[in-house]
Nanobody, 124 residues
Framework: QMRLQESGPGLVMPSQTLSLTCAVS??????????WAWIRQPPGKGLEWIGD???????VYSPSLDSRTSISRDTSKNEFTLQLTSVTAEDTAVYYC????????????????WGQGTQVTVSS
């Protein structure tokens, strides 16, 4: 059974860097035609896509967060990581990792497996 599990600090100070890890089990993060994504949901708002890391390790980020976002992976641990720099209270959200089904020819993300989400609060 595939499982995605987010982990990281629940409280981050303003101006610091938010770091979260998604541990994947039941499949390899290098499997072709599947990407891996970070998504968040601020309180009272909808889901916001943050970025993807592809099966080959390339990354693509939301234009609104691009300058502050970095997604990387550790294939030996089968996990991928989000770093978001210079956080403010507006970065307070539930953060999710998800698998993206991207067969050849599909140019949009379909999220087929999700982690349970982790609350991150930015506050001093």
């Amino acid at each position: 059974q595939m499982r995605l599990q987010e982990s990281g600090p629940g409280l981050v100070m303003p101006s610091q860097t938010l770091s979260l890890t998604c541990a994947v089990s039941g499949t390899s993060i290098t499997t072709r035609n599947f990407y891996w994504a970070w998504i968040r949901q601020p309180p009272g708002k909808g889901l916001e896509w943050i970025g993807d890391i592809t099966d080959s390790g390339n990354t693509v980020y939301s234009p609104s967060l691009d300058s502050r976002t970095s997604i990387s992976r550790d294939t030996s641990k089968n996990e991928f990581t989000l770093q978001l720099t210079s956080v403010t209270a507006e970065d307070t959200a539930v953060y999710y990792c998800a698998r993206v089904d991207r067969p050849p020819g599909r140019w949009f993300d379909v999220f087929d497996y999700w982690g349970q989400g982790t609350q991150v609060t930015v506050s001093s």
